[in-house]
């Protein structure tokens, strides 16, 4: 086994497809720019601070309230968001970017280059800081009017992508002592936090003043937080509120009730399971990896707890996307009898146990059935059902030998592969190190063609 695929096989993945349940009466025709929405969501914030937040769905609800210097657009090209440009200098090692004319915080407060170095320079040094591994290339900011020059220590060109996320999002300075998730951000993002309780609910009203305000279809939003799935389905049946994201397993029954409207697409979110050799010496072995993977019956999963509302694969990346790796759909299959041989071959006959993080509510039945097909083949997995807002710390923390999480990689591969795969990075608390994979990582980000680039992340996939 290469060591690129030795790297992989630390994942064990299944592709979510998102489901959207709203009421069919308020579904069609012009939006009244006057309007209230109520949103049912899984989940709230554990903290405003972009620089603290282990990331996961809340960067959903951080995008709202904080404007970023790059945006996004569905398929993962780059936007412009704060910055209306940006280019790149010295050979690759600078970014030069240039701040839309006349930004300004909700409460008024301009925004400015200063106030960008602020941003980036605090993500860089505070102790508690999530995102400071991802920007440790970066070696100093300078600013001046609006344009700022962010010098790296190696070229990487990733960095734009990068500003895309927490990164690159801007928080104003009087505010950075004060972003604990029972406080009141304040951001330059298409909507203001009004008022909340945290964990239960968020009052949100149009920014007016965001460059892009046109976009904002309603004056005000209320979320309310619902982790149970059941729940948050009878919501919106009851009209508590207009919109919820059910799971896959509820489609059928969203469908079946005539006073909804069911939305249905790929959406890029994955399954996902990752261990931690440093709790469990097994899994430093690439073929108790390779076991694991052919133990889980992906398909299988899809098809009967997801109702065919998911894809197996064995990549972070769905089809469709310009990351995908069509030949490695065909990796797949679940093959017991092999599974206990490589376990038995890497001296483990009788298998292991180990405890592994369960992403809870949403993964609980996944987990389990994962649980199941494992023990089948010797191993014991124990859960420990965290919820969402807690999973991802106690991951990081190093608190567990395996986790299973629903998430979002990133929309540039060369990022997702950082966190996930290179040691010190958030999704390793294990610190796994392949030399190769290292090596093509560091290559795919010194790579300023995309198309060149993106055969590199291909070939880490």
Request: overall charge negative; hydrophobic content about 40%.
């Amino acid at each position: 086994m290469s060591p690129v695929k030795t790297a992989l096989a630390l994942l064990v993945v299944l592709v979510l497809a998102g489901c959207g349940s709203e009421g069919s009466e308020e579904s069609s025709g012009t939006p009244d720019p006057n309007a209230t929405l109520s949103v049912a969501n899984l989940i709230g914030v554990s903290t405003w601070d972009p620089a603290r937040s282990l990331g996961g769905p809340e960067i959903q609800l951080l995008s709202l309230v904080y404007d970023r210097l790059v945006y996004t657009d569905p398929s993962g090209n780059l936007k412009p968001g704060a910055a209306k440009s940006w280019h790149f200098d010295d050979g690759g090692s600078t970014l030069a970017m240039q701040l839309r004319d006349g930004l300004k915080f909700s409460d008024g407060t301009p925004i400015t280059g200063e106030v960008v170095k602020q941003n980036i320079e605090r993500a860089l040094s505070l102790p508690e800081s999530s995102i400071a591994p991802s920007m440790a290339k970066i070696a100093n900011v300078q600013a001046e009017g609006n344009t700022i020059r962010i010098h790296q220590k190696e070229p990487d060109a990733t960095l734009p992508a990068l500003l895309s996320d927490r990164p690159g999002m801007i928080v104003n300075p009087a505010t950075f002592e004060a972003l604990a998730a029972d406080d009141i951000p304040v951001g330059s993002g298409q909507l203001t936090v009004t008022k909340q309780q945290p964990g239960v609910s968020i009052s949100f009203a149009k920014n007016g003043g965001h460059w892009n305000a046109d976009t904002i279809k309603v004056a005000n939003v209320e979320l309310s937080v619902i982790a149970d799935p059941n729940a948050r389905l009878n919501a919106v049946r009851t009209g508590e509120v207009d919109i919820a994201r059910i799971d896959a397993d509820q489609a059928e029954d969203a469908r079946a009730a005539s006073e909804l409207t069911l939305t249905t697409g790929p959406a890029l979110e994955t399954g996902s399971f990752f261990f931690n050799p440093s709790l469990q010496p097994a899994f430093a072995k690439p073929e108790v990896r390779q076991a694991i993977s052919l133990a889980v019956d992906r398909n299988a999963i899809a098809q009967a707890l997801l109702f065919g509302q998911a894809a197996a694969t064995a990549q972070f990346y769905p089809e469709g996307h310009r990351a995908h790796v069509p030949e490695l759909d065909q990796e797949v299959g679940a093959d017991p009898d092999k599974a206990r041989k490589l376990l038995a071959d890497a001296g483990y006959p009788d298998g292991f146990t180990f405890e592994a993080i369960v992403y809870s509510p949403k993964m609980d039945r996944v987990a389990q059935a994962v649980q199941e097909q494992l023990k089948a083949v010797g191993i014991t997995m124990n859960l420990k059902p965290i919820p969402s807002t807690n999973a991802i710390t106690e991951w990081v923390q190093g608190k567990a030998a395996g986790a299973i999480f629903s998430s979002s990689p990133r929309t540039e591969p060369n990022l997702q592969f950082r966190t996930a795969f290179l040691p010190g990075q958030p999704l390793n608390p294990g610190n796994i190190d392949d030399s190769e994979v290292t090596r093509l990582i560091a290559a795919s980000a010194a790579e300023t063609d995309p198309e060149k680039r993106l055969a590199i992340d291909k070939q880490i996939s």
